[in-house]
T-cell receptor, first 114, second 111 residues
Framework: EPEVTQTPSHQVTQMGQEVILRCVPISNHLYFYWYRQILGQKVEFLVSFYNNEISEKSEIFDDQFSVERPDGSNFTLKIRSTKLEDSAMYFC????????????FGNGTRLTVT | DAKTTQPNSMESNEEEPVHLPCNHSTISGTDYIHWYRQLPSQGPEYVIHGLTSNVNNRMASLAIAEDRKSSTLILHRATLRDAAVYYCILRESNSGYALNFGKGTSLLVTP
């Protein structure tokens, strides 16, 4: 069964550094998402992406964050200048359509900002 | 903004059926009911979804009340591997693309 893959599984970075988290969504999916989960807290929506543009974003997704689908297969989340509070699990997901098909999640990238 | 209410935790014995309830009294007619689960140290995993009729798949069954104000996820025979946090989420037709997770129900399965 096809799956969403995320790399790296664990990323350690220093505060103020840029970090790029990578995802390969399922190939025939059209909608892409990033979520995060701070340790011990609930899964939070960051952004959705469709037709090469952001379709929705949360308040968390400020100017420090950006997303890109550079080559038709990868989907990336960039954090421009990391803060300690960016430490979390970041999950990528994809779905075939917006409403009636499920989201398929990757196993996440654990980002640790020191 | 339709919301769901679930118990914080439930406990089940292995190989017994589990009924996980969810209330969504403000659901609108075109909102889909989705269930996901999250095993420890993993990403959320889709379980099942439905609109009006009961649904079955290889993982579980979804029973939807006639008025759609509540639903129940049924695991027919719990295994230790089913220990997870289960999320009942409304996929709202008029609220955009986000799937908004709540706190879910933490299911403990004991041997």
């Amino acid at each position: 069964e096809p799956e969403v893959t995320q790399t790296p599984s664990h990323q350690v970075t220093q505060m103020g550094q840029e970090v790029i988290l990578r995802c390969v969504p399922i190939s025939n999916h059209l909608y892409f998402y990033w979520y995060r989960q701070i340790l011990g807290q609930k899964v939070e929506f960051l952004v959705s992406f469709y037709n090469n543009e952001i379709s929705e974003k949360s308040e968390i997704f400020d100017d420090q964050f950006s997303v890109e689908r550079p080559d038709g297969s990868n989907f990336t989340l960039k954090i421009r200048s990391t803060k300690l509070e960016d430490s979390a699990m970041y999950f990528c997901a994809s779905s075939r359509d917006r409403l009636n098909s499920p989201l398929h999640f990757g196993n996440g990238t654990r980002l640790t900002v020191t | 903004d339709a919301k769901t209410t679930q118990p914080n935790s439930m406990e089940s014995n292995e190989e017994e059926p589990v009924h996980l309830p969810c209330n969504h009294s403000t659901i609108s007619g075109t909102d889909y009911i989705h269930w996901y689960r999250q095993l420890p140290s993993q990403g959320p995993e889709y379980v099942i979804h439905g609109l009006t009729s009961n649904v079955n798949n290889r993982m579980a069954s979804l029973a939807i009340a006639e008025d759609r104000k509540s639903s129940t996820l049924i695991l027919h025979r719990a295994t230790l591997r089913d220990a997870a946090v289960y999320y009942c989420i409304l996929r709202e037709s008029n609220s955009g693309y986000a799937l908004n997770f709540g706190k879910g129900t933490s299911l403990l399965v004991t041997p």
